[in-house]
Each structure stands twice: as C-alpha cells, then as structure tokens.
C-alpha cells in the first residue's frame, strides 16, 4: 500500500493541509520513530490552500503519537476508588443507556451534560447535538472552546449579528498593518505566522503591531511591541480609537451607511485620552500615537487574536472593542482588512457550526430563538417544542452544578478537563462528587480518567472519516486511513448507539459519516455557514473548501468576494497568493442584524477580575509553548517535542526577582488565592516586570505541583461565560 492520504493536521486552528503515507513502501526503507517504531509518514500537503505546504513542529510528527497510550476497550466501575474492568461494547451501551433513563425520569433531562471538543470532527458534534439537545432534551452540551474562543463567538453575534470570522489567510498576505493582539502566533499558530512573517520581511512598508505583555517571539518580529499591563486591553483599543477620531481618520461614509449605535461609543472614547491610556497601559504616549497612527494612514489593517483577548472576565468588550476599530475605520470586507479571530482547537469551527456551545444549534443559531428552535426541530422530526429554550450549562456550569448535586451524569468526550478547567482543586473536588461519569478518549491514561466510572475507546483522527473547519472557513475531508486500536469507535457512531438503544432508531440510522454529514449540511441551508454545496464525495473531489458554499451551483455569492485581489498582486511572482477564490464575509456590507447594519459596542475597561494587591502583588498569566499541545496527552509522548520543552517554569522578570532574592532555576512557590504550585523560575527580560507567565500544558500525570490551572480562578464573561484564565493574582516565594 503505498497511497497517500490527503487529510488535515488535527492539532491547532490553523487546519494545515497533510499528506500521509505508510510506514512501509517499495524501494524506500520503512520510515520510524525514535524507538525503532515504524511510523506513517507525514508531510504538508502543497495543495492545501491554507498551508500550501507548511508545516510545524506538531503536524510534522503527529504520527508518533498514534499508537501511544491508547484506550483499547470499554471499562468500567462500581466508584472511584475500584479498578477498572473490561467489558463487551454491549454491557457499556447497557449500562449508559440504564443510567440516561434513570436520570432522565428521575431527576429530568436538565440533569444530564455533555462536555465535548475542538478535537471531534463535525459529525460527532452534529450526532451529539442532536442526541442531547433534540432527543433527551438537556441543552446541556458545551465544549472546550468554550475556555478557549466563545468571546470571539459572542463578540461576532453582537456586532454583526452572526458568528463568523470574515477574513482569510490571503489576507495576512495583503494588508498594509497586521494589528496582533494577545495572540502569540509564532508559537500558537506558527504557520498563519509564518506567511505573515515572510510577507512582512518582504515589505517594508507593511507594520506589525503586537500588543501582549511579554515579549514573545511574535513581538519579537513586530515594527511595535506594546507591553500593555493585563487587563487593559480596552484601555489601549478606546485609547487608538480616541487618536483616530482627534486626527480624523475615521470612515464617516461606512459608519453612516452600514453601522449604528456610534453616538454612544465616540461618547465612551472621548475619556480615553493619550495620557489617561498610557497611564493605565503602562506604555509610552509615543508608542500609543505610532500604534494610531499606523492604523490611521493604512489602507487595510488586518486584526488577529486569540486566548489572550477571549479567556477573560471582559472577553466580548474586548472583542467588539476590536471590531470597533475596523467599524470606524471602514476596515472590513475588503481584502487585507477585518477583524480575525484564530481558533484553538482543530474543529472548533466546525463546533461552532454544528451548534456545540450550550448556547447554540447547528447552522449558526441559537437556543434562545424560537424559530430556529422551530427549523432545527423540522428537520429532527421532532415535535414542536421539543427542544428546551433554555440555554444549557456551560463548561463551568457543569462543575458547579457537581457541587450542588443537580448533575446526575456526566459524559466528558475527547477532552481533559482534570488539567485545563480554571481551579483544578476545586474542579476536581466536583469531579470526585460525579454520580456517573463517561469517559470517551482516544488515550489512557490521562488526568481525567481518574475521575470515571466508564472509559470508552475513541477512534480519533486518522482512524474515522468526517471533515473539520479550519479559522478561514476552510472545511476538509479528513479520511481514515488506518484502523482504530482494539475495539475504539468513532464518537459519532457511540452516540448513534447510545441514541438507537434510547429508543431513537430512526433519529441515528445513519450508515456512515457521509449520511451524517449530509444530514447536517441541510441544516445550514441559507445561514451565514450554508455549506449545503458540500458533501464528502464534493470535498474528495474539489478538495478543501471555504464556506458559505450554497449548492446554487454558482462559486460566489453575494457574502464572499469575486475578484477582489488585483491583477498586479496577482502575477506578481513574489506574492505567495495562490487562491483568487478566497471567501471574504461582508464585502457587500450588508451584516446580519436586522437592519444590516453592524453593531458598535460601547464599553468602558474594567480590568481584571483579580487584580494585584499587597496580599498577592503579581499578575500570572499563562499561555502554550511551540511544540506542546494543550494538556500533552499527544506532544507529551513525542520525543521530539517533549525534549524541545521537558518541563514547566515560571518566568519572573529580573528585578522582581531580584527582589525575592530569586535565582534562576530556583524553585518557587507560587500561591493563588486557591492554590499553591511549584515551578523553577527562568528570569527573563521577556516579561514585565510585575507579571510572571507559567506554561498551562503539565497536568499531574506529568509533573508534582505544577499545574497553572490550579492558581486560576472561574470568573467569566457575563456574555461569553468565557472564564478569565489568562490572569490571576499570585504572590512568589523562593523555596
Ligand atoms: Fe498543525 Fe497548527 Fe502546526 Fe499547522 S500550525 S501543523 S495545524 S499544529
């Protein structure tokens, strides 16, 4: 067999196209890891629009986690504190089914959650929809991207009516002012930071703001680095938009055309004046007037964020904050321009699209609307009414509902929240409380299986068929190429399962991934996300594609751009733009709101939920590392990638450490109003002094007293729910 494969990267956002190939192959010696393991190989695929070609560190060597840790067979126990014993794929269906019924008609559907992934393809969201919040009842399904970019999705509702990131990758390769706000793209999403980088090099005249409070490697590349204290990002976004109105660089035409609400936003700005926001900031008035004036005198400015803008207790203000600034600027649907959030997880997107936030349905809508109640339900063939108004609990919602006893089972999927939940002690105290927990992974052991009664083994990427949505709207077929391990299934077809025993026959007859898929596309008939020209045979054939992709038949429509890039950028041999098809959204500017017109949103800072005081005088914050994925349950086993980073480590600025009479390498307590951890400390100027950042990826699986997540706290967005876990107030004491 010597075949490649052509299917996505299942780590980051970012959805890089991979080719992948057998171990094995005529006249070449077979490809191994480190250990002497054959391995698939794998490379990027040059045809992939997204990364035509690229790579990072993570795609490159995914293949040597495949095998490693895996869950074999279906396990289970009376309480926590038994072993695990195997049984058949049928006493576990038996067993799940029991309990669903029982909670259901004791304690009502409302007592039964689902906490999912970014890692699920679309169809086992879309399966897990429809089982929960159609079948059951219990809008209770939320995900992890519910820590990770439920600000930016909040954030695109209420501005523009519609969740959707407008811009694409071309973009990074078009626009006069790359505007990077917490997002550290060169480790977080290295290859969207790789073309930006090149381009950049390539043209002087092309800025790049980065606003974080460390110096990471991608402020390291910026014209601008704005070490911003955390927490003041709307000081800094009204401060720029105070500068843009005095100099007069704001669109007047756009905003009287295609937005409302700007009387009360120029009124909250006018008191963010130059020296008010650099005070606040802590950056100089100099820098503050560059960053404006960058954004002012440019004809496209591009905005990229991520966790560093949405896991906070402001994230959505801090979001439409950002799209303000193109509001006023008139700097969106155009190439080169727009307001671009970049996701974590690989399908997080295509979450988004199939409803999997508490708050969500599939196709972009929402719990709360009693029409899209309505189509949702028609196209179930559920009765009216069915499926509950109420949104469901969200991540946090699920361990606070544990504390309180109205969780009567809990179903955790392709996640670890033991490790990336805000609070780890105080989640895990929930977890311990669970009545019934399932646990459906691709690998064992992890953090989170400690806290089971069920294990059931996912088929994970690679092993099953379905598609994901990369940041640009770009949805791939991702075929499996090899068999899962032992007796895993798809999560899909678990609870396909699960809903036939429930009684659901009709509801889950599904033969394949491809009938599920194209179930769900019909439920994004005519929304922002119509997808209704897709289907897994189209994706094999066309390849990856962006949405809106309508089956009119016809490649534009009046949301995407026709022939937007001009014939000079075009044929210009330097210009890395291969793709004059790419989808922009709102290059009619027409938004989805009721009047078409997008939303200003005006809202003064509020900083942090935690602030610094004397008690516990530094703010930590934390963030990922290049070669580590989330909770390491992959790049943990990979000798490449563990070597690059083997270990957590707080970095403290120079003179605060000083101070402490810490040195480097040395170990340091660090106390939370929560927790206490211990890290060796890396002094570096690369943080601002006051602050100390800690990696988030050690869980204690991996490291003694050493998880971030045990200092952070739950407070959250009021319209997110999004939990702050960028910040936290801690004190440092050497040990
Ligand atoms: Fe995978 Fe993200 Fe790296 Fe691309 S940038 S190879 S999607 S981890």
């Known amino acids: 067999m010597t075949e490649v494969t052509k299917t996505l990267c299942p780590y980051c956002g970012v959805g890089c196209g991979l080719e992948v190939s057998p171990p094995a192959q005529p006249g070449k010696a077979t490809h191994r890891d480190s250990q002497g393991n054959p391995i698939w190989r794998v ?109 930016a999705v909040a954030g695109y509702i209420q501005s523009f009516g519609a969740d959707g990131p407008p811009c694409c990758y071309e973009d990074l390769e078009l626009t006069d002012c790359a505007f990077l706000i917490g997002t550290n793209t060169a480790e977080c999403h290295p290859i969207i930071f790789n073309r930006l980088e090149k381009y950049h090099k390539r043209n002087r005249k092309v800025k790049m703001i980065v606003v974080d409070p460390r110096r990471t490697p991608t402020a390291e590349a910026a014209d601008l680095h704005l070490a911003i204290r955390p927490g003041t990002d709307i000081d800094l976004l009204n401060g720029i938009a105070h500068l843009l109105m005095r100099w007069n660089y704001i669109d007047v035409g756009f905003i009287d055309d295609c937005t409302s609400n700007f009387p009360a936003y120029a009124e909250v700005i006018r008191h963010y004046s130059p020296e008010i926001v650099a005070d606040r900031c802590g950056i100089d008035i100099k820098d503050l007037e560059t960053a404006a004036r960058y954004w002012g005198e440019s004809q496209r400015v591009l905005s990229l964020w991520s966790m560093g803008v949405n896991q906070s207790s402001e994230g959505t203000a801090k979001v439409r904050t950002i799209i303000n600034l193109h509001l006023m600027t008139g700097q969106i649907g155009k190439p080169g321009a727009g307001p671009f959030s970049l996701t974590g997880q690989p399908n997080a997107m295509g979450g988004r699209e199939a409803g999997g936030l508490a708050h969500l349905l599939p196709g972009y809508r929402l719990v709360k609307n009693p029409q899209h109640r309505a189509e949702v339900e ?163 054939f066309q390849g990856p594609t962006q949405w809106p992709h309508p089956d009119s038949g016809l490649e534009v429509n009046s949301q995407q751009s026709e022939i937007e890039i001009s014939e000079e950028q075009f044929n210009n041999p330097k210009s890395k733009i291969q793709n004059p098809k790419s989808k922009r959204l709102y290059t009619n500017l027409r938004f989805h709101t009721p009047d078409g017109r997008a939303r200003f949103g005006a809202y003064h800072s509020r900083g942090l939920a ?96 050493a998880e971030a997540n045990a200092l952070t706290h739950p407070e959250s967005c009021p319209d997110s729910l999004q939990p702050e876990l960028k910040a936290c107030a801690v004190q440092l004491i050497p040990v």
Not at 504 to 530: H, Q
Not at 532 to 537: N, P, V
Request: net charge neutral; aromatic share 10%.
């Open 43 to 151: 490379r990027g695929d040059k045809a992939h629009p997204s990364s035509q070609g690229m790579v990072c560190v993570k795609g490159a060597t995914i293949a040597e986690s495949l095998d490693k840790n895996r869950l074999h067979y279906p396990m289970v126990r009376d309480s926590l504190d038994q072993k695990f014993r195997r049984v058949s794929w049928d006493e576990a269906f038996d067993l799940i089914t029991k309990r669903i019924q029982t909670v259901r008609f004791t304690q009502g559907p409302e007592a039964i959650c689902m906490y999912g992934s970014g890692q699920f393809q679309t169809e086992d969201y879309y399966i897990a929809q429809k089982l929960l919040k159609g079948c059951l009842g219990s809008n209770n399904f939320d995900a992890n991207s519910r820590l990770c970019m439920s600000s």
């Open 378 to 540: 028609e196209v179930w063939g559920l009765k009216r009414g069915q499926i509950s108004p109420h949104p469901g609990m969200t991540a946090w919602d699920m361990i606070t509902g544990l504390e309180d006893g109205i969780v009567g089972l809990l179903w955790i999927a392709a996640t670890n929240p033991a490790v990336s939940m805000p609070d780890l002690e105080r989640t895990k105290a929930a977890l311990m409380r669970s009545p019934f927990t399932i646990y459906q992974d691709a690998y064992y052991p992890t953090e989170t299986a400690s806290y089971a009664h069920v294990l059931l083994p996912a088929a994970q990427w690679s092993e099953k068929t379905g598609v994901m949505t990369n940041s640009e709207r770009t949805v791939t077929l991702c075929p499996a190429f090899r068999r899962p391990p032992g007796e895993a299934k798809a999560d899909w077809e678990i609870f396909a399962e699960v809903g036939r025993r429930l009684g659901f026959v009709g509801e889950f007859a599904f033969a394949n991934s491809a009938e599920v898929f194209a179930e769900f596309v019909k439920l994004t008939r005519d929304r922002p996300c119509d997808m209704t020209g897709l289907s897994h045979e189209q994706l094999r």
């Open 610 to 705: 935690e602030p610094p005081d004397p008690d516990y005088p530094f703010v930590l914050t934390t963030g990922r590392l290049y070669g580590h994925w989330h909770t390491l349950t992959r790049t943990g086993r990979i000798e490449k990638t563990r070597q690059m980073h083997p270990e957590p480590f707080i970095e403290i600025h120079p003179r605060d450490a000083a101070r402490l009479g810490i040195s480097d390498n040395q170990l340091v307590e660090v106390r939370s109003r929560r927790s206490k951890t211990f890290f060796p400390a890396k002094i570096t100027k690369a943080i601002a002094p006051g602050t100390v950042f800690v990696p988030m990826h050690w869980g204690a699986l991996w490291a003694d007293n």
